[in-house]
Nanobody, 122 residues
Framework: QVQLVESGGGLVQAGDSLRLSCAVPEGTFNAMGWFRQAPGKERELVAVFSWGGAGAYYRDSVKGRFTIARDNTKVTLQMDSLKPEDTAVYYC???????????????????WGQGTQVTVSS
């Protein structure tokens, strides 16, 4: 059974950086993404990266601060200039498609990691 394992969460101050990483099983040709869920809020897409160079998508609130990248073994989320509103549990996901334009909603992700907590203090 395919599993996704995240690492890299933690407690930081506003303005700091964190890098999340998710091990990707060999032979994964799907788009890979990161969702997050804050207490009392719905799960939301943060960023998603296509397989094969079809680009990436970011939600507006993280554009210019977060960068998603992937290779054959992992997908990472570099988070800079963190804000308290970025506090959430972050989930690595595998999309059912290879193209990020299909992967904007949670129901398009077929495998989820266990989540890693990111807490940003003001």
């Amino acid at each position: 059974q395919v599993q996704l394992v995240e690492s890299g969460g933690g407690l930081v101050q506003a303005g700091d950086s964190l890098r999340l990483s998710c091990a990707v099983p060999e032979g994964t040709f799907n788009a890979m993404g990161w969702f997050r869920q804050a207490p009392g809020k719905e799960r939301e897409l943060v960023a998603v990266f296509s397989w094969g160079g079809a680009g990436a998508y970011y939600r507006d609130s993280v554009k210019g601060r977060f960068t998603i990248a992937r290779d054959n073994t992992k997908v990472t989320l570099q988070m800079d200039s963190l804000k308290p509103e970025d506090t959430a549990v972050y989930y690595c996901t595998r999309c059912s498609s290879s193209v990020q334009t299909v992967c904007r909603s949670a129901d398009k992700s077929d495998i989820w990691g266990q989540g890693t907590q990111v807490t940003v203090s003001s």
